[in-house]
């Protein structure tokens, strides 16, 4: 049997740390369009808030860690961030 907590425990603390980020600012900004998708009718809104939440994430690796050196930019970073937000937008899309 495969035990999680070993596999959970191998990944960098920085890693664990990008993917709250991610469910932080994705989810939010997710919900917001999907609500925003069933008052108009127009299912453009949870795609908007998708994108905005990569750009924020995105931003964060470029911004923050780059250009004001307030941490280390990686691509690792931003992908362990935006892995929530892609899985919904992958479920919203499979459902949808």
Same mark, same amino acid.
Request: hydrophobic content about 55%; proline content about 4%; aromatic content about 10%.
């Given at each position: ?42 299912? @453009?809104?949870?795609? @908007? ?35 929530? @937000?892609?899985?919904?937008? @992958? ?6």
């Amino acid at each position: 049997m495969i035990d999680i907590k070993k596999i959970i425990d191998n990944i960098a603390d920085d890693k664990k740390d990008d993917v709250l980020l991610g469910m932080s600012i994705g989810y939010p900004l997710q919900i917001l369009g999907l609500i925003l998708d069933l008052i108009t009718g127009m299912p @453009i809104f949870f795609l @908007i808030g998708t994108l905005i939440a990569l750009l924020i994430v995105g931003g964060k690796e470029v911004i923050w860690d780059w250009i004001l050196g307030k941490g280390n930019p990686e691509w690792w970073d931003f992908i362990a961030s935006a892995i929530p @937000i892609l899985s919904n937008i @992958i479920t919203y899309l499979i459902i949808t």
